[in-house]
């Protein structure tokens, strides 16, 4: 009996999930008609297998309570906030039409929102914590330095703004191309999605810079010399990322777009000299540059034909 006990007490929890054939189901109740003492197993298993439906559903309702109670808190916070917005409004509008400028109160209040940005932002978003936040804290900073700009009544937000946002870009728009909400529609393109933002954000300081500065003749110069560094980015990333071959390959088309790049920045660098020397009141040489690049072309050619000769090699060893 108690080698048998032992067999059915294995089978019940088939048994009460109607999970066993029915040949073991016959002797099963056949055996529990007799036993009692497995017939108190299954009665304990039953039970046991309620309370844990019970405090599943349980849970299940606090969850769901928690859940409204939070979207509601951050209703009320939203609407309170809004509420206070209102006469900082009022007086930001009345400053700026008579003309009297921004007091340094709005200097503080842009702060605070840049601030708030890294904290109550994360908080209140139920999704999308990483880019909404980002978000946030660049559409606070550049506010932040408007306002600075007009309470100064200077023009130089049209600079620090550009080159604050480069910078940004610089540091999330990896953080953001990986991240919800973006990442879906990205796909396989994140890198160039990244490489792009770059560029744009680098093109517009550039041209903002130029427009600000004076004499305005060192602008055109100074963005075609940029030029060249721009495609030496983008030359190194298409070689990692886009070109097929094994990596002394792609390392050496790196070394290959930097030695190029350069050398046409040099060219250009050579080429304005005398005149940007008139500008800027600097002399410029660019002999030592064109040493480095041929050296970078060098190590090109020498690690592209490496990685051939050691890709045929294995091709090679591969068909034989
Ligand atoms: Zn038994």
Same mark, same amino acid.
């Given at each position: 009996m108690k080698y048998e006990c032992d067999m059915i007490s294995d089978l019940l929890p088939l048994y009460k999930d109607g999970?066993?054939?029915?040949?073991?189901?016959?002797?099963?109740?056949?055996?529990?008609?007799?036993? !009692?003492?497995?017939?108190?197993?299954?009665?304990?298993?039953?039970?046991?297998?309620?309370?844990?439906?019970?405090?599943?559903?349980?849970?299940?309702?606090i969850d769901s309570q928690a859940k409204f109670f939070k979207r509601k808190s951050a209703l009320a916070g939203s609407i309170v906030g809004g509420i206070f917005c209102v006469p900082i409004l009022v007086c930001l509008i009345v400053n700026l039409a008579t003309g009297a400028g921004l007091t340094w109160f709005f200097i503080v209040l842009a702060? +605070?929102?840049?601030?708030?940005s890294l904290i109550i932002v994360p908080l209140m978003m139920p999704k999308n914590k990483l880019f909404t936040t980002m978000t946030a804290f660049t559409a606070s900073v550049i506010l932040l330095l408007a306002v600075c700009s007009i309470y100064s009544r200077g023009t130089w937000f049209f600079i620090a703004a550009p080159a604050t946002l480069f910078g940004?870009? +610089?540091?999330?728009?990896?953080?953001?191309a990986y991240n919800k909400p973006v990442k879906e529609h990205l796909g396989n393109h994140k890198g160039l999605a990244i490489m792009t933002a770059y560029t744009a954000t680098f093109a517009l300081m550039m041209v903002c810079?130029?427009?600000?500065?004076? !004499?305005?003749?060192?602008?055109?110069?100074?963005?075609?010399?940029?030029?060249?560094?721009v495609a030496m980015a983008w030359g190194m990333f298409a070689s990692i990322r886009y070109l097929k071959a094994n990596a002394l390959v792609k390392i050496g088309a790196c070394f290959g777009s930097a030695?190029?790049?350069?050398?046409? +920045?040099?060219?250009l660098i050579e080429s304005y000299g005398a005149k940007a020397s008139s500008l800027t009141g600097v002399t410029y040489s660019s002999n030592s540059g064109f040493?480095?690049?041929?050296?970078?072309?060098?190590?090109?050619?020498?690690l592209i034909i490496l990685g051939i000769i050691i890709g045929l090699a294995k091709g090679g060893k591969k068909n034989a």
């Open positions: 999970a066993c054939s029915n040949a073991s189901k016959k002797i099963i109740e056949e055996h529990l008609a007799e036993c !009692p003492a497995c017939g108190k197993m299954l009665k304990d298993m039953i039970d046991s297998t309620i309370d844990e439906e019970l405090v599943k559903e349980k849970n299940e309702v702060a +605070m929102l840049v601030a708030a940004l870009m +610089m540091l999330f728009a990896p953080f953001i810079i130029g427009l600000c500065t004076t !004499p305005k003749a060192f602008f055109p110069m100074a963005f075609s010399i940029a030029l060249p560094l030695g190029v790049c350069s050398w046409l +920045m040099e060219g040493a480095s690049s041929i050296t970078c072309i060098g190590i090109a050619a020498l």
